[in-house]
Each structure stands twice: as C-alpha cells, then as structure tokens.
Nanobody
C-alpha cells in the first residue's frame, strides 16, 4: 500500500497550488481521507478531510475558505486546492487514510488515520 503525494513547490504569498495524493496497492474508496501538515519545529496538524463519498468535508479554521479538498475515488486520488497561500502555510503536507470505512463523522486527529504518504513540501515566500 502506498500513498504518493505530489504538487508541492515554492510559491509567493497569494499564489495557488494543487496537491494530489494517489493511492496504490489497494482501494480506499470506502474510507475518508485527510490532509495534514507539519511545519519545522511544530507538531503535525490537521488541514482537511473528506468522507468516502466526497459529499462531506471539514477544514481547519486556518485554511477554511482558502483550501478545498476533493477526491476522485475511481482513480484513487485525493486533491487539495490551496488558494491565497500565506507564508504560515509553509510545511510538509501529508495525505492519510482514515482507519475505519464509512464513518459518519470526519476525524481530525492524526491518530485516527492509518496509511500516510511521504509528504510534499510547500514553501510560501512573503
């Protein structure tokens, strides 16, 4: 099982990036998926999550209104569209799969997620 995150890079404040996370080795179409990030010297924090069908999403307050999570379950891919990026968004971004299928309430605690991608670095300059 592998989660491959991509799309990170160096951008200026106000720019946009779209992160992708492709799953291989098994299907996760019945599982919620999430994005987390970890800045240097800080703990990993929740960014966004999407339920198994794509009908329900939740966001951290710091990104709400700027980031959008979506998924293409047929392709086993989850996306994170990031707009109006700020220097404080600088971090390594990780995608992850929830531990349980068909959950009704989305999790935001990293402990509730099993499989993790390797991360992609996003750097936002001021």
């Amino acid at each position: 099982v592998q989660l491959q995150a991509s799309g990170g890079g160096l951008v200026q404040a106000g720019d946009s990036l779209r992160l992708s996370c492709a799953a291989s080795g098994r299907t996760f179409r019945n599982y919620a998926m999430g994005w987390f990030r970890q800045a240097p010297g800080k703990e990993r924090e929740f960014v966004a999550a999407i339920n198994w069908s794509g009908a329900s999403t939740t966001y951290a307050g710091s990104v709400k209104g700027r980031f959008t999570i979506s998924r293409d379950s047929a392709k086993g891919t989850v996306f994170l569209q990031m707009n109006s990026l700020k220097p404080e968004d600088t971090a390594v971004y990780y995608c992850a799969v929830d531990r349980f299928p068909f959950i009704s309430v989305l999790h935001t605690d990293p402990k509730d997620f099993d499989y993790w991608g390797q991360g992609t670095l996003v750097t936002v300059s001021s």
